[in-house]
């Protein structure tokens, strides 16, 4: 189910009087802001749940650069890029940073 679909059948709900408020109108104003937001990434395209800046690091990591050779590409400081690294790791169900560059490779294309 999409996240906003419960909101909206909630505001759905409200008696008409209450839905003239201005609280209600900021609420609606909300909701039709986030209906704006981008749409997740088609099917062929999915991230495994990765941040963008974590799918950043991955590339790099494919690309052979160390951490701080990261951190400094990225401008990021090194422990930064050490926990995107972990992260990385624990999401994708990996041991190694190789195994996180043959990922990439794989799933890049």
Same mark, same amino acid.
């Given at each position: 189910?999409e #996240?906003?679909e #419960?909101?909206t059948?909630?505001?759905s709900?409200a008696?008409a009087?209450e839905?003239e408020?201005? $609280?209600? /109108?900021?609420?609606?104003?909300k909701?039709?802001?986030? /209906?704006q937001?981008? /749409? #997740?990434?088609p +099917? $062929?395209?999915v991230?495994? $749940?990765?941040s963008?800046r974590e799918?950043?690091?991955?590339?790099r +990591?494919?690309? $052979?650069?160390s951490?701080?050779q990261i951190?400094r590409t990225? /401008?990021?400081? #090194?422990f930064?890029?050490?926990?995107h690294?972990?992260n990385i790791?624990?999401?994708?169900?990996?041991?190694?940073r190789g195994q996180a560059?043959? &990922? &990439?490779?794989?799933?890049?294309g």
């Open positions: 189910m #996240p906003r #419960p909101l059948r909630l505001l709900l008696p009087a839905s408020s201005e $609280g209600f /109108q900021h609420v609606l104003a909701l039709a802001s986030w /209906q937001m981008p /749409q #997740p990434l +099917i $062929g395209e991230r495994h $749940g990765l963008e799918m950043d690091v991955l590339k +990591i494919a690309a $052979g650069d951490n701080k951190a990225l /401008q990021l400081s #090194p930064t890029v050490k926990r690294v972990a790791l624990a999401k994708l169900a990996l041991a190694r560059a043959a &990922w &990439w490779l794989a799933h890049s």
